[in-house]
């Protein structure tokens, strides 16, 4: 039986190089990408991977991308969009920059990627496209906003590519995680000349996100996603906190949820709040 393939994007750590060592373990063939030329080495020990420079800001190389990855083993089965870009700082002191920054990695590179493959797999008649939203997708956080905001376009244009491609035995899936001990927090932009105003609501709320769960809890997500054939299934909920808040939102309603995640946020939890969301195992630090 001939080995299927995956396409994954940002595998130089985090989520990405743990999905790429779990599908290589599976006996998939994997197309990995890389911004660095330093990075093309990451995945050398893996005899069943390729990994090649792409940065997802250039739409120009993404459009060409598809045709690359194909001439590696012949065939894509399935595509993951897991490289981001994490800003964070209060709207006020972001730059537009930032902000354009932000959209351009994490929802225009991205859908440019997926316009790509979209006629490879519609060709074939097959194919899982996997996109790696954020329980900030569903519950807008303080701080990262921007960054909530483009996870948020994210989820809401998998939901409506999943419906748009069913005829053609095409599906698209988006991935939810909660807080996870990943090097996204050691590579955050960060807004500059922060009004000293906004440092004690910073403080308060980076102080109550506790811990977070490894990224082989979401790589392990991404591969049931890409393979469990469920194709009516679009989210995917990980990590302590990204598991916990739907379930909390749908058992309170979502204005006595909203209330609870205020007062938290606020630095005020309530001994409800406490007994429903989790705590993860492994430390999450910010740097604020």
Do not use: C
Not at 35 to 40: H, I
Not at 73 to 85: E, T
Not at 147 to 162: D, I, Q, R
Not at 237 to 259: C, E, H, M, S
Request: charged share 20%; net charge negative; proline share 4%.
């Amino acid at each position: 039986m001939t080995a299927k393939t995956v396409v994954i994007t940002g595998t130089t750590t985090g989520f990405g190089r743990d999905s790429v060592e779990l599908f290589s373990a599976q006996g998939w063939n994997v197309v990995a990408t890389v911004r660095k030329d330093a990075d093309l080495d990451v995945h050398d020990h893996l005899s069943n991977a390729r990994t090649l420079l792409l940065d997802v800001v250039d739409e120009d190389a993404d459009a060409g991308f598809a045709q690359l990855a194909l001439e590696q083993f012949g065939r894509v089965d399935a595509l993951v969009n897991n490289a981001g870009y994490y800003h964070m700082g209060p709207v006020e002191a972001g730059t537009m920059s930032q902000i354009h920054d932000q959209f351009q990695t994490n929802v225009f590179g991205l859908m440019a990627l997926t316009k790509a493959f979209i006629p490879v797999f519609r060709q074939q008649g097959s194919g899982v496209i996997v996109n790696i939203s954020s329980i900030s997708a569903d519950q807008g956080y303080p701080y990262t906003a921007v960054y909530a905001a483009s996870k948020a376009a994210v989820a809401a244009f998998t939901e409506g590519l999943n419906v748009e491609l069913a005829d053609l035995g095409v599906s698209a899936k988006a991935i939810f995680p909660g807080a996870h001990a990943t090097r996204i927090f050691t590579k955050i932009d960060q807004a500059a000349d922060v009004p000293e105003a906004y440092l004690p609501g910073i403080q308060r709320f980076f102080a109550m996100q506790g811990g977070g769960s490894k990224p082989a809890v979401t790589a392990q997500a991404i591969y049931e996603a890409v393979t469990d054939g469920k194709d009516n299934k679009v989210r995917y909920y990980t990590g302590p906190d990204g598991t916990a808040i739907p379930r909390v939102k749908q058992l309170l309603g979502a204005d006595w949820y909203w209330d609870e995640f205020r007062n938290a946020a606020n630095g005020n939890p309530s001994d409800l709040w406490k007994s429903l969301m989790p705590q993860g195992t492994e430390p999450v630090e910010f740097d604020v």
